[in-house]
């Protein structure tokens, strides 16, 4: 069974400009959650998409943003690139269940912003 | 959101039960507790998760206290490729499930 694949794995950009960031989570996960990882502040939830929806957020300002399409993969979009957006990227998997709901993670997209 | 509270780092001894304390004192009724670790940036990996009453999988054991205000997850035996960051988090219903990371626990297993 495939696990969750984060593209790309590691990209550089300089302020200002944009990025992209894809997800793709594992077959039968409708549930995709977008974290970011930095050595200050640890793993803070970005945002979460269920069935194209985004139903939870973070404290992230609005050029944060994500989507997720009908076969649940899902991009997170970052705009006017700030130094301070360097970090690891991380998206998380999961079915919706009530009793389980364990978070599959992808090995992350690490950004470096110049 | 509950919150969790963990030490920054621990060290135990290789071979040793591993014991490693995280406060979540405002957790609600039906707000499951969960462990991870994360080895060297990769991707958090799923250890155990509890609610009410003690797990035990083959990885680690979950005691959880019985106001549920805190819990501890048990390495029985450490070995050096459990050196990792733990961190202990709270799963929230909020319309989905939202999952509150805290900052972890960085444990160095000790040869």
């Known amino acids: 069974k495939a696990g969750v694949t984060q593209t790309p794995r590691y990209l550089i950009k300089t302020r200002g400009q944009q990025v992209t960031l894809s997800c793709s989570p594992i077959?039968?996960?409708?549930?995709v959650s977008w974290y970011q990882q930095t050595p200050g502040q640890g793993l803070q939830f970005l945002f979460e998409y269920f069935s194209e929806t985004q139903r939870n957020k973070g404290n992230f300002p609005g050029r944060f943003s994500g989507r997720q399409f009908s076969n649940s993969r899902s991009e997170m979009n970052v705009s006017t690139l700030e130094l301070g957006d360097s970090a690891l990227y991380l998206c998380?998997?999961?079915?919706?269940?009530?009793?389980?709901?364990?978070?599959?993670f992808g090995e992350g997209s690490r950004l470096t912003v110049l | 959101d509950a919150k969790t509270t963990q030490p920054p780092s621990m060290d135990c001894a290789e071979g040793r039960a591993a014991n490693l304390p995280c406060n979540h004192s405002?957790?609600?009724?039906?707000?499951?507790v969960y462990w991870y670790r994360q080895i060297h940036s990769q991707g958090p990996q799923y250890i155990i998760h509890?609610?009410?009453n003690n797990e035990t999988n083959e990885m680690a054991s979950l005691i959880i206290t019985e106001d549920r205000k805190s819990s501890t997850l048990i390495l029985p035996h450490a070995t050096l490729r459990d050196t990792a960051v733990y961190y202990c988090?709270?799963?929230?219903?909020?319309?989905?499930?939202?999952?509150?990371f805290g900052t972890g626990t960085r444990l160095k297993v000790l040869a």
């Open positions: 998380a998997s999961s079915r919706v269940n009530r009793e389980a709901g364990e978070l599959f």
């Open positions: 077959s039968g996960h409708r549930s």
């Open positions: 405002t957790i609600s009724g039906n707000e499951y």
């Open positions: 988090i709270v799963r929230v219903k909020t319309g989905t499930y939202k999952y509150i």
């Open positions: 509890g609610l009410k």
